[in-house]
């Protein structure tokens, strides 16, 4: 079974780093993309970004483009997203997601990553 | 960048057929794909490639697309289905590929 297990929620100050994470398993990592959605409260969802771990091929959507960054250890199983200096505007829910073969949708969707930027 | 439209909300009364809407310029070009999304869980993918089901998805659910309007129908509708919708497709031509719909709030009356 096709499991994407992501970090605990954070609570963190404007100007602060965060790196959260999505693991893997029950499935060859390097065989799926996996993306990154952003959910802000109440809101609808957005793509922020992709990566193939098999070769860590990374695409960025222009409105995340620099903003984060997103990145992969295959021997771990495990995809991150990182901000170098957090915003009150990141707060949102984060969703990892994996896109078997390129198939342009998202089959399996991690339990998601509250992140609360608050002074 | 390609945009897709969905209404706010529907409405529908158990038992009943519910039908949700995602608009796009010439959407019947696209592959459409559907995720159901409840209050406080992540979204889970409902229909894909316009119409194929993932298993465990029950077959009250399915989906069509043609010219600029692709649809999600929920047939039989129960107080489960009360969710939020979203309709996503792949853009080639984009730097922003992944394009979703704003979104569909499913009341069940």
């Known amino acids: 079974e096709v499991q994407l297990v992501q970090s605990g929620a954070e609570v963190k100050k404007p100007g602060e780093s965060l790196k959260i994470s999505c693991k893997g398993s029950?499935?060859?990592?390097?065989?799926?993309?996996i993306g990154w959605v952003r959910q802000m409260p109440g809101k609808g969802l957005e793509w922020m970004g992709i990566?193939?771990?098999?070769?860590?091929?990374?695409r960025y959507s222009p409105s995340f483009q620099g903003q984060v960054t997103i990145s992969a250890d295959k021997s771990i199983s495990t995809a991150y997203l990182q901000w170098s200096s957090l915003k009150a505007s990141d707060t949102a829910m984060y969703y990892c997601?994996?896109?078997?073969?390129?198939?342009?949708?998202?089959?399996?969707w991690g339990q998601g990553t509250l992140v609360t930027v608050s002074s | 960048s390609y945009v897709l439209t969905q209404p706010p909300s529907v409405s529908v009364a158990p038992g009943k057929t519910a039908r949700i809407t995602c608009g796009g310029n010439?959407?019947?070009?696209?592959?459409v794909h559907w995720y159901q999304q409840k209050p406080g869980q992540a979204p889970v993918l409902v229909i894909y490639?316009?119409?194929d089901r993932p298993s465990g998805i029950p077959e009250r659910f399915s989906g069509s697309n043609s010219g600029n309007t692709a649809t999600l129908t929920i047939s039989r509708v129960e107080a489960g289905d009360e969710a939020d919708y979203y309709c996503?497709?792949?853009?080639?031509?984009?730097?922003?590929?992944?394009?979703f719909g704003g979104g569909t709030k499913l009341t069940v009356l």
């Open positions: 997601a994996s896109d078997y073969g390129g198939k342009n949708y998202f089959d399996y």
């Open positions: 029950g499935y060859s990592f390097t065989s799926y993309w």
């Open positions: 990566i193939y771990p098999g070769d860590s091929d990374t």
């Open positions: 010439n959407i019947g070009s696209k592959s």
């Open positions: 490639y316009d119409s």
């Open positions: 996503q497709v792949w853009d080639s031509s984009s730097d922003h590929p992944y394009v």
